[in-house]
Structures are given as C-alpha cells and as structure tokens.
C-alpha cells in the first residue's frame, strides 16, 4: 500500500510560481512510476508530468518549458516546479504512484488546489 500526500497549491497571479510537493509513504525508489496529473472543472483529467524510477521524465505538450518534475530521494517525496503559470493551469493537481512486479497498481493522492489569476 502507497499513500500520497500532496501539498503546496494556492492562489497566483499569472506569471507567478508554485511548487507542488507529493510525500510519499513508501521508498519512493520502490514504486515504478509517479507523476503528477491534473483535473478542471467539467475536464477530464489529464497528464501533466511524469517519472520513471529510473529517472525519465516526460511531460504534456502544454507545460514543455514551464513545469519541472523532480525527486528527492532521501526524503521519498516528488515535486512539481510550476513556473510561468497561466489562468488555464487551474485545477486540481493530484500525485500518482504506480507500483508493483508482476501486476502494477495504481495509487492516487487526494489531491491540491491551483487557482492563477489571470
């Protein structure tokens, strides 16, 4: 079992900065995949930022250049360095983790509010 906690959304004003951060229950090197998706109001969720536990990142067209996706080790967290924030990067951010050998299972956070003012 896998439990996320994300933290660090909030309110900015467009062009503004927020780092998300997803705090993971378990050796964060032990699960397979993690990454960060988002959800808007009457959207489907999307994929924003993905990684590997080997490192390979990979991210939505829209965020190329703006969104950064890291790792802590030590501190079996992840993190989502969101700059150059626009109005349409509004909505709710949730943390994922895919883990396991033979069947991979996957576990969500409960999720973090990101509301850019235009």
């Known amino acids: 079992q896998v439990q996320l906690v994300e933290s660090g959304g909030g309110l900015v004003q467009a062009g503004g900065s927020l780092r998300l951060s997803c705090a993971a229950s378990?050796?964060?090197?032990?699960?397979?995949?993690m990454g960060w998706y988002r959800q808007a109001p009457g959207k489907q969720r999307e994929l924003v930022a993905t990684?590997?536990?080997?490192?390979?990142?990979n991210y939505a067209d829209s965020v190329k250049g703006r969104f950064t996706i890291s790792r802590d080790n030590a501190e079996n967290t992840m993190y989502l360095q969101m700059n150059s924030l626009k109005p349409e990067d509004t909505a709710v951010y949730l943390c994922?983790?895919?883990?396991?050998?033979?069947?991979?299972?996957?576990?969500w956070g409960q999720g973090t509010q990101v509301t850019v003012s235009s």
């Open positions: 994922h983790a895919q883990r396991g050998v033979f069947r991979l299972i996957d576990y």
């Open positions: 378990v050796n964060i090197l032990s699960i397979n995949a």
């Open positions: 990684m590997t536990s080997g490192g390979t990142t």
